[in-house]
């Protein structure tokens, strides 16, 4: 897929839907904040893309405070998980605070239910 057709869709707390064309956030600046066991694959995808950013990491299942997150005062734009976006507008309700969505496509669902038996030991 090209940069140039290649699109994020963000979410802000004000429940409206926005897009962004990634060659247009390429110029801006923003935060990426995850709390997620594995942060590495999408700050390597957003990298890859060439996006500017500072990544504030926390651990899986971090509860946020006010007081972790001092720094998102000073930055415009912030963007986080989509689990991680239900934690912290709740800390941060008048913030627009983005979130990239997550999505599962399973492209054998036959194979995808024989793994599933499998692992239950169902046949």
């Known amino acids: 897929m090209d940069i140039l ?11 409206k839907l926005k897009e962004f064309i990634l060659m247009t956030i390429a110029c801006l600046a923003f935060l990426l904040i995850t709390g997620i066991a594995k942060a590495k694959p999408l700050v390597d995808f957003l990298a890859m893309k060439g996006l500017i950013f500072d990544h504030l990491e926390f651990s899986d299942h971090y509860n946020f405070r006010t007081s972790d997150i001092e720094a998102l005062s000073s930055k415009s734009l912030i963007i986080t998980t989509e689990k991680d976006y239900a934690k912290l507008a709740k800390i941060f309700p008048k913030r627009d605070i983005y979130y990239l969505p997550i999505s599962v496509n399973i492209d054998s669902n036959k194979l995808f239910d024989k793994i599933i038996l499998d692992y239950c030991n169902i046949s």
């Open 5 to 15: 057709s290649l699109t994020i869709l963000l979410v802000t707390n004000m429940n």
